[in-house]
């Protein structure tokens, strides 16, 4: 079964800080890995996407990155400011017919 | 440029009623489309996906059904609703395939089944 999983659920830190969020997923036949962020009661905004053939990808204070032969993908987000607080989420498209599976999500909220 | 619309955004609906939720894009033709479903503090379910006109993959067998009755539309649809299909239902279309493109999404639908 093809499945995407986050941790944490949810995580606080100081403004300022640098932080990691994981996720990790089955089935290394993924035709890329994207991370996304949604505020509350909205639709969802891609950040970053990373085929299969790539390693990281990067866009401002953000950077992505991705193993698929251990299942994972992390976004670090650098110098975070209050308004980063969002969930993000990950999502993998895996091979068969463009199916699109996403994890539950990490509730980040940034302090000032 | 392409954009996505999705309606009603908001709907109340008691147990037992029908439901319909459209979505539509515009700009680009064939795109894949999908439906996903977000219940409150989880993250987002794949209900169905569509590559072309007639086509519908469902993931969850559950009393929802999706339609592709145009290249650029896609319904969701009930016949008798239950309270547990209350959520955020997201639409969202890829362009195609290619692994390089990304997915976009509408603005949601808040369905409340009292």
């Known amino acids: 079964k093809q499945e995407v999983t986050q941790i944490p659920a949810a995580l606080s830190v100081p403004e300022g800080e640098n932080l990691v969020l994981n996720c990790s997923f089955t089935d290394s036949a993924i035709y890329n890995l994207q991370w996304f962020r949604q505020d509350p009661g909205k639709g969802l905004t891609s950040l970053l996407l990373?085929?299969?053939?790539?390693r990281e990808q990067t866009s401002g204070r953000l950077n992505a990155s991705l193993d698929k032969s251990s299942g994972r993908s992390t976004l670090y987000i650098a110098a975070s400011q209050p308004g980063d607080s969002a969930t993000y989420l990950c999502?993998?498209?895996?091979?068969?017919?463009?199916?699109?599976?996403f994890g539950s999500g990490t509730r980040l909220s940034i302090r000032p | 440029s392409q954009t996505i619309h999705q309606w009603p955004a908001t709907l109340v609906q008691p147990v037992g009623s029908p439901l319909s939720l459209e979505c539509t894009v515009e700009g680009t033709s064939n795109p894949n489309l999908y439906w996903y479903r977000q219940a409150a503090g989880r993250g987002l379910q794949l209900l169905f996906y569509?590559?072309?006109?007639?086509?519908i993959s469902s993931e969850v067998p559950q009393n929802l059904s999706a339609s592709r009755p145009q290249d650029r539309q896609f319904i969701l649809s009930s016949k008798k609703l239950l309270l547990s299909d209350s959520g955020f239902y997201l639409c969202?279309?890829?362009?195609?395939?290619?692994?390089?493109?990304?997915?976009?999404f509408g603005e949601g639908s808040w369905l409340t089944v009292v």
């Open positions: 990373i085929q299969s053939s790539q």
């Open positions: 569509s590559v072309g006109i007639g086509q």
């Open positions: 999502a993998a498209l895996y091979s068969s017919a463009s199916k699109i599976i």
């Open positions: 969202a279309w890829k362009r195609d395939a290619y692994s390089g493109n990304t997915i976009y």
